[in-house]
C-alpha cells in the first residue's frame, strides 16, 4: 500500500519571516490528518527556522535543490551534508532547474544520488514540454527522463510527473492523462528496478492542482499525491488538498 504523498514546493516565494507564518498557519490542521504524508518545501534560507516549528511534527520538510558534492569550492551551492540534519526531503529536477539552469538527467541524477548518500529521499521531477507534448513526443520524452534521472538510485524516492504546460497556466492536464502517463512511468521503474519495487514507490502528479481539482487526481489509481506550487502558498488551499486527499486515499 503506497502512503500518498502532498509536497508544497514554494519555489522563490516568501521572505522567512512570510515562510515562519505560513506554516504556523498551515501546522494545526495539516497535523490533525492522518494517513497522507505532508511536506513543505520553502526557500533554502527558511529551512533552519521551519524546521524549528516543525520540531516534533508530523510534518515533513524539504528543500528545492542541492549540489551533488558534499563539500568544497562551489561558491553558492548547498550540500546534501548541510540539508541532511534540517530536513528529509529534496526536490530534484524541477522544470524550471532544467530550463533556466541548464539541469539535464545526468546532473538530475547526480543531485539524487547525493541526496540518497546523505539520507534525504529525492522527489525526483519529470515532465514533458507542450512542443514535445504538440509533437507526439511525450511517451519518449518521460521514459528517457525517467531512464536517466533514476538509473541506479537506491532507497527511498519520490517521482514528480509534472507537465510543463500545465505548471503554473491553470491549465491542469486531465486526470485521466496524468493517470496514463503515470502508468507509464511505473511501466519504466519496472523495467529500471523491478515490478515488486515499482509498485511501492509514490508517484505525484504535479501542474495547476487546487484544492478544485485535487480529488479528481486522487481517485485514479496511478496517482498517488501530488507536487503542488501556487496553491501551496494558499493555507487554505493547500489544506484542502491534504484533507481530500486524506478523506479519498489516506492510509490507516
Ligand atoms: P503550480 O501548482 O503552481 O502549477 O506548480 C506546480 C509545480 O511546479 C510544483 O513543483
Known sequence: MRIPIIAGNWKMNTTVAEAESLVREMKPRLEAVAGVERVLCPPFVSLASVAALLRGSSVKLGAQNLYHEDKGAFTGEISPLMLAGLCQYVIVGHSERRKYFGE??????????????????????????????????????????????????????????????????????????????????????????????????????????????????????????ALVGGASLRAGDFIAIVEQTARLKGVR
Open 104 to 225: 539535464d538527467n545526468a546532473a538530475v541524477n547526480r543531485k539524487a544520488q547525493a541526496a540518497r548518500r546523505a539520507g534525504l529521499v529525492p522527489i525526483v521531477c519529470v515532465g514533458e514540454t507542450l512542443a514535445e507534448n504538440e509533437a507526439g513526443r511525450t511517451r519518449e520524452v518521460i521514459v528517457g527522463q525517467v531512464q536517466g534521472s533514476l538509473a541506479g538510485l537506491e532507497g527511498p524516492l519520490v517521482v514528480a510527473y509534472e507537465p510543463v504546460w500545465a505548471i503554473g497556466t491553470g491549465r491542469a492536464a486531465t486526470a485521466a492523462q496524468a493517470n496514463a502517463t503515470i502508468g507509464l512511468i511505473r511501466r519504466t521503474l519496472a523495467a529500471l528496478f523491478g515490478a515488486a519495487r515499482a509498485q511501492e514507490l509514490p508517484i505525484q502528479y504535479g501542474g495547476s492542482v487546487t484544492g478544485a481539482n485535487i480529488a479528481e487526481f486522487i481517485a485514479q489509481p496511478e496517482i498517488d499525491g
